[in-house]
């Protein structure tokens, strides 16, 4: 599994801090220094060697092997949300020549960056879509939204957006009031485009996974 061992080794070296003050791929209003910390993307050796044990194993595999390789984010858990953020990755891996992973399927999550920022780099480079499941800005969204945002020029173009959608003002309020992963969200849906689909309860998000080709 060449191709990962050169990312991971890739992902541990420690480059010179890159220049974004001028790149064309942010969206004006939005402080790149806000969503970019190069100090939580470099892995000690220790979780370097972590990284790449992670990403060994039969699901890389079936995942190369895959004509649609769907990468899964959102609140993970066995909450609501968790739930239903598997039943999309469930649809999507029924698809015939289709694989649907979440980074938890490797032993990653967002309490661990130093792990988490790297592995969703690795993999979301072998995706062919990335697909967020949102509700709200609870737990470990600011950040990742941040980190989609700042990579937008790589995912723009396989980016998926399963935005829950609540039937007034002050409930859109409760489940989205944090203004900083607003405007993270916002500059994500103006790069998605028509691949913004809204629901509002389950059996809507189960419609809107079937318009993800």
Known sequence: MSTTDDSADRMAEDPEPEDTSSDESYIDGID???????????????QHERLKNGLHGE???????????????????????????????????????????????????????????????????????????LEDFSGGHVWELGFLYHHQSHVRDILWLLKRVYGSTEKMREHYDNGMAASHLAALEAAAGDRVITWTEQDDLVTAVESIP
């Open 32 to 46: 790149a220094a806000e969503l970019y910390d190069e100090t939580q993307l470099h892995p000690t050796p220790e």
């Open 59 to 133: 699901l890389f595999d079936d995942i190369r092997r895959a004509d649609r390789r769907y990468l899964v984010i959102g609140r993970g858990g066995g909450d609501g949300p968790g739930e239903r953020r598997q039943l999309v990755c469930d649809r999507l891996d029924s698809r015939t020549r289709a694989v649907a992973f979440r980074l938890e399927d490797f032993g990653f999550t967002s309490d661990e960056l130093d792990l988490w920022a790297p592995a969703f780099d690795i993999l979301s480079e072998v995706s062919s879509h990335v697909v967020g499941v």
